[in-house]
């Protein structure tokens, strides 16, 4: 059974920096698209990044560009995401995910889900 666990979450004051981690079990994760997304308390659940089995593609939502950055260590079977300069619309609950088919067509289909780990913003 694939299992995705979500750590790195925290209360961080604006301008900040943390590092999210997703660590998978289970299932071989040398050859599944990864991806970040986030959502914020009565806000639906939104894009952050992908990445390929590789790590050699990544996608990062135009609201993060520039401050997140998605990475992955395949001989890890994790996956990252660090956030700088972050602010207080920030603050959600970070989700990761997992495409085992691994192939890009216009977009990952998840099937794989974390529990998510919370990240707070304070102005």
């Known amino acids: 059974q694939v299992q995705l666990v979500e750590s790195g979450g925290d209360l961080v004051q604006a301008g900040g920096s943390l590092i999210l981690s997703c660590e998978v079990s289970?299932?071989?994760?040398?050859?599944?698209?990864m991806g970040w997304f986030r959502q914020a308390p009565g806000k639906e659940r939104e894009f952050v990044a992908d990445?390929?089995?590789?790590?050699?593609?990544?996608f990062i939502s135009n609201s993060v560009k520039g401050r997140f950055t998605i990475s992955r260590d395949n001989a890890k079977n994790t996956m990252y995401l660090q956030m700088n300069s972050l602010k207080p619309e920030d603050t959600a609950v970070y989700y990761c995910?997992?495409?085992?088919?691994?192939?890009?067509?216009?977009?990952?289909?998840?099937?794989?889900w974390g529990q998510g780990t919370q990240v707070t913003v304070s102005s």
């Open positions: 995910a997992g495409d085992p088919d691994g192939s890009w067509a216009g977009g990952y289909d998840f099937s794989f």
């Open positions: 990445i390929s089995p590789s790590g050699d593609d990544k």
């Open positions: 289970g299932g071989t994760f040398g050859n599944y698209g």
